[in-house]
Nanobody, 121 residues
Framework: VQLQASGGGYVQAGGSLVLSCAAS????????IAWFRQAPGKGREFVAT????????YYADSVRGRFTMSRDNGKNMLYLQMNSLKPEDTAVYYC???????????????WGQGTQVTVSS
């Protein structure tokens, strides 16, 4: 599975962005998907994960209630709607896929290249 993330950008605190991740090579409909992020000087942090049919979703405490993850298996796409953005959300955001949900980035087999999100105060 090849993944390509897009949609990052520069936004003021309180604003919104939608990240997209396009999959190719294989269909996503048997994979769990996830978003992670990595701020400068920090490790890769779990953001959200969703099982293959979208019925099970887990969010990190830091984003719950502000971020919404979704997927469209027919289009081989996944999304991350980010609202009420804060400066601490600034990071490179990555999409990832594996068989089964997990919040551990080391368990993911497939990764997108990352997209930068910068939130100004």
């Amino acid at each position: 599975v090849q993944l390509q993330a897009s949609g990052g950008g520069y936004v003021q605190a309180g604003g919104s962005l939608v990240l997209s991740c396009a999959a190719s090579g294989r269909t996503l409909n048997t994979y769990a998907i996830a978003w992670f992020r990595q701020a400068p000087g920090k490790g890769r942090e779990f953001v959200a994960t969703m099982n293959w049919d979208g019925r099970i979703i887990y969010y990190a405490d830091s984003v719950r209630g502000r971020f919404t993850m979704s997927r469209d298996n027919g289009k081989n796409m996944l999304y991350l709607q980010m609202n009420s953005l804060k400066p601490e959300d600034t990071a490179v955001y990555y999409c990832a896929a594996r068989k089964g949900t997990s919040s551990d980035p080391q368990q993911y087999d497939y990764w997108g290249q990352g997209t930068q999100v910068t939130v100004s105060s």
